[in-house]
């Protein structure tokens, strides 16, 4: 239904596993390398080349790697020099810049624009529409929501750019906006709507403009069961790799990730 | 101009109405229905397969509809599943997930992300880049402005959906969040850059972080003309069916829009 | 390597300067006026007709004229009616709407939506995803951020449309809102997550929700070098005509952008 084979283009000096499907009106230029299995949907780009292609009659592509498994849903443009392991998802239109490193089993929502020289870890979930600075690094699964801007110009405009650091199982809730070089530690929540001005600890709450430390994470209830819910990984599965296992046990056998 | 048949693919298995007009490089996909005098810009995809599509080998698509009189702007993507009745306008680049219904007379702007298993009355008008949770309820005559987001997980990340519901003649300034389940009664206002907390009752102005009730809507004056604005009916008729009659009247005609 | 002339459509009434080139799926319409070395990258759209081409079947469309030097990224859609002065760049998916005046060596970030009827002077730029309502007035070196929102209707919904207006060299940092009608001053800083709520005198820092004046931007000292920033223009220079010149030394000679 979606892979018909019409305007299509593929470079040849691109390298596509077994497997791969593309879809119409699709481009893949110079220098990438598909894993297998691979489905790319109609009307993307991978491997668009830099600013200096506009310029530089030497250019050359620098080499985009997408992982296996992964699907890239339609209108998505992923710039050459980026590195994407393995189950990748994106949902439509998502722009990802230059030099922009992902681990596996990543999933970047609708409209989001990663700005490029940028790298996140595994699991990492971004829905719909965020927005990633230059510079910005995200630990493994790491939840961001729509409209959350991580920033990195201190005095803007300025030469200088200051990426924020979120760690391991910390989520920043909608609309929310992170200052410059700020720290989040892990297993952190950022409430809706905050503005972040200063570095968060280890499994703290805050929320508010500007966020203010509200409490532990470990103090929140869910109002639906009236339980404590964080760190979430005790009471979220669906798609984690510690499911049927128990996070504890499988955290103890992937110290990487604690 | 915009519709010289280039690149144009459509499903043997959609059926257009009379006098569809379908720009270039747009794509209709199985089971679509569109009824007549719809025009569907160029760079579209019309029926987009769900997940599923990609994993389930026995995939049909299911029912898409669009009703009559539609005009659907470019680079639009309607998933398959959604119904859409009569007078529908999008602008550019909107993305509605399956399962998304919308009444008659609606308007999507730019860039707006539906995520579909949602529902909208009738006469809806939501401007650019307004993003739709799943589960969301719109009544009639619901107004939302640019870049918010209706939300719907209380504790991130879990299983629970609990959608935004907005009565009827509501509207939401721009940049504003509402968390999950909230229900947010009939002729509010609720202001810009506001994070809604709690159920709003109807009639009333309620803005900030977190957003409190200010006052009554009818004792909000226009700046411009020192009168009473709100109810809105009653002093805004563009494009609204009590043109010419009045609101009371027609109200009392309609009372399925009270 | 984006240059195949591929389901390049060009309209016979265009006129392209020298050297222009236009990048695959890409369409220009009727009475687009485009100046030399400019380059126009794949899946855009220039010279969009307004929506009176839907209705009205004596439509002719206005002029479209970009100028000189200027690089248009994919998946932008630019209306006809509008007119943009040279060294003109946009990043992806930008929508600028009919009747938009833009200066010199601006540049539009990827998802930008301006609605239209609006206008701004030399040497702005904007960030990815910012929203200018109808009737925007931006002065020269004007810097707004992403998701920023200048809106225009004060009562909504109105038939009054009061756009914001931007004094030279200000800036509006990311996800703020200006409400309707407001005037902000020359070389303000707006900081980010800000309500602008009434209107900002000249070298001021304001920011809150609602935006309140927190200082002189004379007062901004850098975390980084613990010097004054601002004005921004004594310490930046890239891409800034007074490189080599100094600021006030170039201010001299260019008395129009005080």
Redesign the interface.
Known sequence: ??F?N??V?I?KNARLGKNVKVG??T?I??NVVIGDDV?IS??C?IG??TSE??SDSCYS?KQTFIGSNS?IR??T?IYAGCTIEEDFFT???V?IRENTKIGKKCRIG??S?L?GHLEMGDYC?LH??V?LGQGTKLGHFV?I???V?L?ND???????CKGVNVGNFS?I???S?V?PGINIGKHVLIG??S?VVKNIKDYILCA??PAKEIKKVTE?K???SGKI??P?PY??D?GMPWKGIGFDEWLKNNPKYD
Chains 1, 2, 3 share one sequence.
Do not use: C
Not at 154 to 160: G, R
């Open positions: 239904m979606k018909n019409v305007n283009f470079s119409d009106n481009v230029y110079e489905t109609n009307n780009v668009e080349p292609y506009y592509n699907l339609s209108h443009i949902g439509h239109r722009t609708t409209l624009d700005q979930w719909s529409n927005h939840f929501y729509p409209f801007v920033t201190p005095t803007p405009p300025s030469n200088i989520q809730a909608v609309n906006t200052l809706a709507n503005l508010g403009n929140i869910s109002r639906e819910h964080y979430w009471n979220f669906r």
